[in-house]
């Protein structure tokens, strides 16, 4: 079975206040896929990702990735494969600097320090980030925490990328670099986010939570044109579909 | 605490931060050699009697030494220092009150004890703190946590002085954010009642817990299994040797002899 691949099966899980999160969730992502999971607040989305990643284990059913059960037992295999962006950068960020951040993960690995400047400084260029080396992460701007943070993920090679709102807090101009950097990316991707119009560019799939089930999964394009299926899920059309805005008589 | 005085202070903290990035003698010294005088620094200043003075003055040549060599600014140091004044001003503060017996001190003559010793708190103080932030900005966090590494510091203490350090931006931030937010929905009469200061810092309590759990797991997502993380190794040079004997011979020498009574007599003798 391919390391690449992400299966759900009748995953259920509840909060210890009783919040019910996720109801019998299954879905299968294969090698390469792109698969955006979207939502309204409180939907679930969070929850999902923080399963396929191990940090939370389903109450009944099961997660696979690749050949791997997530369970407590294989923690770091799954880890090793799974690659996690956090919404908030600075969750993700704790180093002094960037290049000790970066090297935080292949470390903990076991890499030898002769091949660990490579691994990160390969990591840095692929995000654009390599002239910020050397600053402390909170000297960086929104757009490099992010960047960097996407990059702390990257040197340890997983296989999966698995991001929360990877465009939260983005200006324009730098949710468009994020936007084509995860474009780039060869990874299996898995990201919940609000932003449609990033869901369009960057997956070819989408999968709709509400209220802890899934009620749409398939095509990105022919799921976010469909205005009837996106207002019963708290949702609305992408803003390039959505028309110009005429004005009120 | 004023949010002012909070957003000043972090702001003096990132200053050293961007010191301690600079390539001067001091700054290429490895970190050990630095650790190591500064404990026996501290050690040394602090194992005098309560009632000296004097004797402590010939100390300030390392700290100015390290501020000279490392091209750290003196304004800078000095409002850093100010702004942790109060509390040894707090220490001692009731000594002039409660011990009122008079001491000699050479040159100067009669002084009550409770004075002297509050002169004594303030200098050790001054020395003590402006060292330490000296080593710090001299430094920097990254390299004082290695070289505690290598001096075999338990593993522990120097993660959580590195996480320690990084996350004080963070919760400090929180705090000025919590306050912000109070003060727009306050009238400018209303002040901080102690009930809503109980009910803030429950908030950011709670707040640094959730945030603290994020963070482990984002460490455990990349690895990190309970073992800190694993630094550069340091290479100790020959300057490192010769900046540890000499300093290391100055502090036993002021210790062993008062030097300003000294120099005093040796003054007064060649006068006379």
């Known amino acids: 079975m391919s390391h690449h691949l992400v299966e759900c099966r009748e995953v259920s899980f509840t909060y210890p206040d009783g919040t019910p999160a996720l109801r019998d969730i299954s879905f299968r992502i294969t090698h390469g896929e792109a698969v955006a999971v979207i939502g309204a607040n409180g939907a679930g989305k969070s929850t999902l990702l923080l399963h396929l990643a191990g940090v939370l284990l389903p109450q009944s059913g099961t997660v696979r990735v690749g050949d791997v059960l997530v369970d407590s037992s294989h923690l770091d295999e799954v880890r090793r494969t799974v690659g996690f962006v956090f919404q908030n950068p600075d969750d993700q960020l704790f180093m002094p600097t960037v290049f000790e951040d970066v090297a935080f993960g292949p470390r903990n690995l076991g890499i030898p320090e002769d091949q660990l400047e490579n691994r990160v400084l390969e990591a840095l260029r692929s995000v654009g980030a390599d002239h910020v080396r050397d600053r402390a992460p909170y000297h960086l701007s929104g757009g490099e925490k992010r960047a960097v943070s996407i990059a702390t993920v990257l040197a340890l090679q997983p296989k999966i990328l698995v991001l929360d709102e990877p465009a939260a807090n983005l200006d324009p101009v730098n949710r468009r670099k994020v936007i084509r950097l995860l474009t780039q990316f060869s990874h299996t991707r898995i990201l919940a986010t609000h932003d449609l119009d990033l869901a369009l560019d960057v997956c070819d799939r989408v999968l709709i939570l509400h209220q802890g089930r899934i009620t749409a999964d398939g095509n990105a394009e022919t799921i976010l044109r469909d205005e009837n299926i996106l207002r019963q899920n708290g949702l609305e059309l992408p803003l390039r579909f959505q028309g110009p805005m005429l004005p009120k008589d | ?272």
């Open chain 2, 1 to 272: 605490m004023s949010a002012g005085l909070l957003d000043r202070a972090l702001s003096e903290v990132r200053s050293l931060d961007t010191l301690s990035r600079q390539s001067t003698p001091v700054h290429r010294l490895d970190p050990r050699t630095k650790l190591i005088l500064v404990f026996m620094f501290v050690g040394v200043v602090m194992s005098f009697p309560p009632y000296t003075l004097l004797a402590l003055l010939p100390y300030a040549a390392f700290p100015l030494w390290l501020a000279a060599s490392g091209r750290i600014p003196g304004g800078a140091l000095y409002r850093k220092l100010l702004l942790v004044l109060p509390l040894a001003v707090f220490v001692g503060i009731l000594n002039p009150i409660f011990d009122t017996t008079p001491r000699m001190v050479p040159g100067i003559g009669s002084v009550a004890g409770g004075w002297l010793s509050l002169g004594s708190i303030l200098v050790r103080f001054f020395l003590n703190a402006a060292t330490g932030l000296l080593l710090l900005g001299t430094t920097g966090v990254l390299s004082l946590t290695q070289g505690m590494e290598a001096l075999h510091f338990p593993r522990v203490f120097s993660t959580l002085f590195l996480l320690m350090y990084r996350y004080l931006f963070i919760l400090t931030e929180e705090v000025l954010r919590l306050n912000q937010a109070r003060r727009c929905r306050s009238s400018a009469r209303s002040s901080l009642t102690p009930s809503l200061a109980g009910a803030m810092i429950g908030s950011v309590l709670l707040r640094a817990w959730d945030r603290a759990d994020r963070i482990t797991t984002a460490m455990r997502m990349r690895g990190f299994t309970g073992t800190p993380p694993r630094l550069t190794p340091l290479h100790w040079t020959a300057t490192d040797t010769r900046v540890l004997v000499f300093w290391t011979a100055y502090f036993l020498l002021c210790r062993g002899w008062n030097l300003p009574v000294l120099l005093g007599r040796v003054v007064v003798g060649l006068l006379s």
